[in-house]
């Protein structure tokens, strides 16, 4: 017998007994709690959003510190998404905090992929989690768990509509993170003008299928609160670290010549809003729907993937095993016929290397034969002329011969002729 079967008798026969007494395991909420506390929590934010809406000071804001940053270059070809950490502490939690934003986004004149960029780095975070799920030795007690729960994304307070790059982002975004959609800056535009923008906004969401995170109301204690506030989104914000006196307090505001905004006031802002459904009321549910939801899909999608199923054909469960086996059956199979056509293809390119080879061979030897034909009828002319030279040497020879001979003969004919009339003038006289 399988032992999913067993477990699964083991369930349906399960009986509720009394006890005669106390037993002491009504402390495990308590033993949990703390264990939790001295091991710390992490919380990772994602800001969208256009240069300018003022996504750091808004940070700022809701953590009530300062963070340090280098200041963001907005001159890059592509977005890029840099991420800090931070170590926060109230009372006795620690909070592990990673805030990553997003430079460049909608900087660019062509924005027709900028999202991409986003939905890389939040799978990128998925791949990490699993493949530390998947090793032999985990350690995911201590590991920094670095996947988004939440993406505040930062609309620009047009008053009119969300452009095309927000509705296309938040397309990508919503089955990979929780998206709470916020109005950044929103004392630019009137409270008249606010209120026609956040419906505006819901009915271009829902009319686009754009799922945003809905804070759940499952839970009785937050039930109220959260269905409430649901009705508000998306918040619009306001952030400032500046304090200013105003009565006999110091609260954040914002000083204008025509007044003074109150970050804190929820008559001029829906900051306090945000920061009790972000933090105080909802932080622990971003954490377990990033789990349960999102990165599970993730993971069955990556597992699927890769062969493994919950079932077989036969509706039987599956065995992980079994699975291994197939797969490496099916990987070694693969391997050996890519090696059989990688041979096949290297046997291919050596013979037509070599017919290469004796073309060019045979093509050197028919030009060799020519330069030896052209040099021998080159060589054979050559020693005709040599001949015909000769022959022309040797018979100008034998023409100056004769004609020194000649010579010769005209000068001693010359000279006898002298001595005759020489002689006939002395018997004259």
């Known amino acids: ?11 349906e026969g399960c009986r509720t007994v009394p006890l005669a007494g106390h037993v002491g395991f009504d402390s495990l909420p308590d033993q949990l709690v703390n264990k939790s506390v001295s091991q710390g929590f992490c919380f990772n934010i994602l800001c969208v959003g256009e240069t300018g809406l003022g996504k750091s000071t808004l940070m700022d804001t809701l953590f009530n510190t300062k963070f340090e940053g280098e200041p963001a270059t907005h001159t890059q070809p592509g977005v890029q998404l840099r991420s800090n950490t931070y170590d926060l502490q109230e009372s006795n939690v620690g909070l592990k905090l990673t805030i990553v934003s997003t430079v ?7 924005k027709e992929d900028s ?12 791949e ?6 998947l090793k032999i030795r985990r350690v995911l007690h201590s590991y920094h768990d670095s996947r988004i729960h939440a993406c505040l994304y930062f609309i620009a307070p047009t008053g009119h509509s969300l452009k095309s790059l927000d509705l296309v982002t938040m397309k990508k975004l919503d089955s990979k993170v929780n998206i709470i959609p916020i109005i950044a800056k929103s004392d630019a535009i009137s409270k008249s003008e606010l209120t026609k923008f956040k419906i505006k906004i819901t009915s271009e969401l829902v009319s686009n299928g754009v799922q945003i995170y809905q804070f759940p109301t499952d839970d009785e204690s937050v039930a109220e609160i959260n269905g409430t506030m649901n009705a508000h989104l998306p918040f619009a914000v306001i952030g400032s670290t500046e304090e200013l006196k105003i009565g006999n307090k110091m609260m954040k505001a914002r000083q204008y010549p025509w007044g003074t905004v109150q970050v804190e006031n929820e008559a001029h802002c829906d900051f306090v809003k945000l920061r009790e459904m972000l933090i105080r009321v909802n932080m622990e ?4 729907q990033t789990h349960s939801r999102h990165y599970e899909l993730y993971r069955r999608c990556k597992l699927e993937e890769m062969g493994f199923k919950d079932t077989d054909p036969d509706s039987k469960p599956f065995s992980l095993q079994e699975t291994y086996e197939a797969k490496r059956n099916e990987f070694l199979g693969e391997l050996q016929k890519k ?12 013979k037509e290397k070599e017919a290469e080879l004796k073309e060019a061979e045979k093509e050197l030897h028919e030009k060799f034969d020519r330069l030896k034909k052209l040099h021998q009828d080159e060589k054979k002319k050559l020693e005709d002329k040599k001949k015909c ?3 022309e040497v040797n018979a100008f020879k034998q023409r100056k011969t004769a004609a020194e001979l000649l010579q010769s003969q005209g000068s001693q004919a010359g000279g006898s002729q002298t001595l005759k009339r020489d002689k006939e003038k002395k018997n004259f006289f």
Do not use: S
């Open 389 to 391: 030279l000769d022959d």
């Open 104 to 110: 460049g986004f909608g900087d660019q004149i062509n």
């Open 339 to 350: 090696e059989e056509e990688m041979r096949q293809m290297f046997v291919q390119r050596v």
């Open 1 to 11: 017998m399988a032992a999913t079967d067993i477990a699964r008798q083991v369930g």
């Open 285 to 288: 549910d971003l954490r377990e």
């Open 128 to 133: 990490a989690y699993l493949q530390e799920e």
């Open 115 to 126: 999202y991409k960029p986003i939905v890389e780095f939040i799978d990128a975070q998925f």
